[in-house]
């Protein structure tokens, strides 16, 4: 697949099957996080945990679904990617970080054939449980900012996208 037949392949999938991604696919994935931009160059500032503990999985689902009960906010993915940060070189910059080492996460799984979804919600459901921090592993001082869970969509559920160019664009010559 070329670069943008992958960008516009890429949809967020909200209902996985149980089949697991492969564990050389999901190498290729995070490699293509590691070769994002990141400001500063700060790399060390960041790490990358890839989840597939059933257990774990369940935790940090229920622990993201306090604020709507019932919900399933990891949507039953087979592999949750959870990116952690310290504070880096400029305030808040780890969160920019995040959206440009999960998009080119979101982008090699598209290219893969592996489906996708960007999640916010499992973000607080992680930060706000010290105990799934620890359990995470996460150094010192290292927070949640970004997860993107991973895994072969159910198609029963509805896709967003189009081909129309969604965020109006001016063009000043
Ligand atoms: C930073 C960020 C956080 C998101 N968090 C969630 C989330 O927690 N749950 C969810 O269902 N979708 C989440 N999404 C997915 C967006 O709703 C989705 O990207 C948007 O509706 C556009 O659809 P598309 O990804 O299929 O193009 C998030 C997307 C981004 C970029």
């Given amino acids: 697949m070329n670069t943008l037949d992958a960008i516009k392949a890429r949809h967020s999938s909200r209902g996985f099957t149980d089949k697991q991604i492969s564990d050389d696919d999901l190498k290729a994935i995070l490699f293509a996080g590691g070769q994002a931009a990141v400001g500063g160059a700060d790399f060390k500032s960041m790490k990358l945990y890839a989840v597939q503990d059933p257990e774990l999985l369940k935790a940090i689902d229920e622990a993201s679904a306090k604020k709507r009960p019932g919900s399933h906010p990891l949507y039953g993915a087979p592999t949750l990617v959870v990116l952690a940060s310290k504070e880096s070189i400029l305030p808040s910059i780890e969160f920019t970080n995040a959206g440009c080492v999960i ?71």
């Fill in 103 to 173: 998009q080119n996460m979101m982008v090699a799984a598209a290219d893969l054939g592996i489906d996708s979804i960007y999640l916010w919600m499992s973000m607080y459901g992680i930060n706000e449980e010290p105990e799934l921090m620890k359990r995470l592993g996460f150094p010192e001082g290292f927070t949640c900012v970004g997860t993107m869970a991973l895994g072969y969509e159910t198609k029963a559920f509805p896709k967003l996208k189009a081909e129309e160019q969604r965020i109006e664009v001016e063009y000043i010559k």
